[in-house]
């Protein structure tokens, strides 16, 4: 079977897999049921199952461990604790002005060391995010993309402040906020933003890859306080000018 075949009989496998991600029925650990149970739920074999894991996994969605099972998303960080007693001292405002402090450079690294591999995964997560509808799915597929570039940078206390950044960007109102900032012509743009950046990675060309990122959080930035309230206490956090970086 060729791996186009593959990946198209694995398809709906993934997707009820992440269904059962999304309906918050799984453990507080996020540990997934075993193979065998998800192939007797899915009417699927285990072997179906596995290579759907195995895709899964790849794209940073969901994780194994050695003898205890599968889990939903990525590997526990000590960063965890720490971006729970953060998270209410800040906002999403916040968290942006840091993200354009740290990801810029998390892409310029990654146009040294990622490897052609991870570079058709990159290319395959873009992608998905732009065919993804609803929010759920697009915030998904986006926080997959962001998170394998920070992982491909290989620098590992930028990637234990972007996993700090990434924790706290969780916080369901901020995913909200994001969604109402998102239209379908912003998600043409955001996807060709997406896509330069993966050329200038590609091309081994740092300096690119860090403009390139550079220009796609600003956008999601000036999206992100058009859609905050200026009466909100969270507005006067936006003294970072994102064009100057001051």
Do not use: Y
Request: proline share 5%; charged share 25%; net charge neutral.
């Amino acid at each position: 079977m060729s791996s186009s075949s593959r990946n198209s009989s694995i398809e709906p496998i993934k997707q009820q897999v992440l269904a059962l991600i999304r309906s918050g029925s799984l453990a507080a650990d996020g540990k997934l049921p075993t193979e065998r149970v998800l192939a007797e739920q899915f009417d699927v074999s285990r072997r179906a199952v596995r290579q759907a894991l195995d895709s899964l996994e790849e794209q940073g969605l969901v994780w194994r461990k050695q003898g205890k099972g599968t889990f939903a998303g990525q590997p526990a960080d000590p960063t965890g604790d720490l971006a729970a007693r953060i998270a209410g001292d800040t906002d999403a405002l916040q968290v942006m002005e840091a993200r354009l402090c740290i990801e810029p450079e998390l892409a310029a690294l990654c146009a040294k060391r990622m490897q052609p591999d991870e570079l058709a995964r990159l290319r395959r997560l873009a992608q998905r995010q732009f065919e993804s509808s609803g929010p759920e799915a697009i915030e998904l597929w986006d926080g997959a993309f962001h998170r394998l570039i920070a992982q491909c940078a290989r620098n590992r206390p930028l990637l234990t402040a972007f996993a700090l950044l990434d924790k706290i960007r969780s916080n369901p109102e901020w995913i909200r906020i994001r969604a109402k900032a998102r239209s379908a012509p912003s998600l043409e743009v955001s996807h060709c933003e997406h896509v330069t950046i993966i050329e200038a990675i590609a091309a081994q060309n740092p300096e690119l890859a860090r403009t390139a990122m550079r220009d796609h959080l600003t956008t999601r930035f000036d999206a992100l306080r058009q859609e905050m309230d200026p009466a909100d206490a969270a507005w006067a956090s936006v003294l970072f000018d994102p064009d100057t970086g001051a």
